[in-house]
């Protein structure tokens, strides 16, 4: 069983900036590199939507263009743990962040359901 943390959510306003971090503990026999990473967000009455996945390797990564150019997402292996740098934050990213996992990356795997472990979320509010 892998278990996901997020840190770092909180308010902002409008135009600023914000990272999280989610650290994992992987299951027993394999290590954190095993796992592709992403965040998720959800928004009040609205559906978990994909906001960026990361390979096990760091070296591809796969965001919706919602995002692109604005959200910056990273991992350190060795520290077990994925960030999220956002900066031009808009009203309209206020949600609650997750962190998940899976074990293959598929550039199409940009659905909840395609995702096995999840954390328990952080909110991020933008204020206008």
């Known amino acids: 069983q892998v278990q996901l943390a997020e840190s770092g959510g909180g308010l902002v306003q409008a135009g600023g900036s914000l990272s999280l971090s989610c650290t994992a503990s992987a299951a027993p026999g394999r290590t954190f590199s095993d796992y592709v990473m992403a965040w998720f967000r959800q928004a009040p009455g609205k559906e978990r939507e994909f906001v960026a996945a990361?390979?096990?390797?760091?070296?591809?990564?796969n965001s919706p263009e919602s995002v692109k150019g604005r959200f910056t997402m990273s991992r350190d292996n060795p520290k077990d743990t994925v960030y999220m740098k956002m900066n031009s934050l808009e009203p309209e990213d206020t949600a609650v962040y997750y962190c998940a996992a899976r074990r293959f990356w598929s550039v199409l795997a940009v659905n909840s359901r395609d995702y096995d472990y999840w954390g328990q979320g952080t909110q991020v509010t933008v204020s206008s």
């Open positions: 990361i390979s096990q390797s760091g070296g591809t990564t």
